[in-house]
């Protein structure tokens, strides 16, 4: 069974930096895509990055890049997403997902079998 658990958030001001982590268990794939999603009050949930396991390949939403690096250790079966230059719109609930493939777009989150469930970030001005 899959179990995907997610950890790190919190509050932050403006410009400062947080980092989420996700402890995942019971994969069974070779090959899988790992992401983070999130969703804010009232919106529809986006994807804001993701990782491929073997290769490391990394997809990030426009929003984001630059600020935010997604990264992924197998030996300790965990993902993370380092986030720096907090913005006030970077306020949501983050998920940690997981999937056959890689993406970010719009609606993609219909690729991803499984999720954690959900880290709080809050960022004041």
């Known amino acids: 069974q899959v179990q995907l658990v997610e950890s790190g958030g919190g509050s932050a001001q403006a410009g400062g930096s947080l980092r989420l982590s996700c402890a995942h268990s019971g994969f069974t794939y070779s090959n899988y895509c790992m992401g983070w999603f999130r969703q804010a009050p009232g919106k529809e949930r986006e994807g804001v990055a993701a990782i491929y396991s073997v290769g490391g390949s990394t997809l990030y939403t426009d929003s984001v890049k630059g600020r935010f690096t997604i990264s992924l250790d197998n030996a300790k079966n965990a993902l993370y997403l380092q986030m720096n230059s907090l913005k006030p719109e970077d306020t949501a609930m983050y998920y940690c997902?997981?999937?056959?493939?890689?993406?970010?777009?719009?609606?993609?989150?219909?690729?991803?079998?499984?999720w954690g469930q959900g880290t709080q970030v809050t960022v004041s001005s």
């Open positions: 997902a997981a999937g056959a493939l890689c993406s970010v777009v719009a609606g993609s989150q219909r690729l991803y079998n499984y």
